[in-house]
């Protein structure tokens, strides 16, 4: 089973940017379809970007043009580049498969003054 590991959350003031990571453990990132989640406190969880294996990306309206997703094959990992941050886009951020696996912890995100 691949094993995909988040990193990289935090609190940060709205209007401020962070950048998640997703390291993939035994495969490599390049064959993968991999999507960014989140779930935020009494909320289902979202998919809030996707890249697919053949390079393509797809983002909910809620944060297209402020986030980016991005593959890196040589550190084998699947970054979201967050800017322009809103309070409402605090929750716990997860990356998953397309189709999603089982879940790991997340990285948390707070947007907050």
């Known amino acids: 089973q691949v094993q995909l590991v988040e990193s990289g959350g935090g609190l940060v003031q709205p209007g401020g940017s962070l950048r998640l990571s997703c390291a993939a453990r035994g495969t490599s990132v390049s064959i993968l379809s991999v999507g960014w989640y989140r779930q935020a406190p009494g909320k289902q969880r979202e998919l809030v970007a996707a890249i697919f294996r053949w390079g393509a990306t797809n983002y909910a309206d809620s944060v297209k043009g402020r986030f980016t997703i991005s593959r890196d094959d040589v550190k084998n990992a699947v970054s979201l580049q967050m800017n322009s941050l809103k309070p409402e886009d605090t929750a716990v951020y997860y990356c998953?498969?397309?189709?999603?696996?089982?879940w790991g912890q997340g990285t948390q995100v707070t947007v907050s003054s």
């Open positions: 998953n498969l397309l189709p999603t696996q089982s």
